[in-house]
C-alpha cells in the first residue's frame, strides 16, 4: 500500500518520530513523509510511534492510504524539501 504519513508533536518528541518514520518512509517535508509499505510495517510503524507520542499534549498521527501510488496526483507549490524520482 502507498501511505502519506504526517505528524504533529512536542517538541520534545519530534525527534524520536522523525528517527522512527524515516526508518519506514520518505521524507518528503518537516512532519511528512510517503511510500510504499506493507500491513505488517504500518503496524509496527503506529505501534512505536504511539510509544513516542503523548495524548496528553495532543500528539496526533494522520496517515493517508491508498492501494498504489499511482491513484494519487502531486501538485508542489513552491520548494520541494526532498525531490523523490518514484513519485509522479
Do not use: H, P
Not at 39 to 44: D, F, T
Amino acid at each position: 500500500m502507498y501511505v502519506i504519513l504526517m505528524y504533529d508533536m512536542g517538541e520534545k518528541r519530534v525527534g524520536k518520530m522523525l528517527k522512527l518514520c524515516r526508518q519506514y518512509l520518505n521524507w518528503i517535508q518537516n512532519s511528512v513523509f510517503e511510500g510504499e509499505i506493507t500491513e505488517v510495517k504500518l503496524k509496527e510503524l503506529i505501534s512505536k510511534a504511539e510509544m513516542i507520542m503523548n495524548e496528553e499534549e495532543q500528539d496526533s498521527l494522520i496517515l493517508f492510504k491508498s492501494r498504489e501510488q499511482k491513484w494519487l496526483e502531486k501538485e508542489v507549490v513552491g520548494y520541494e524539501k526532498n525531490d523523490l524520482d518514484q513519485f509522479l
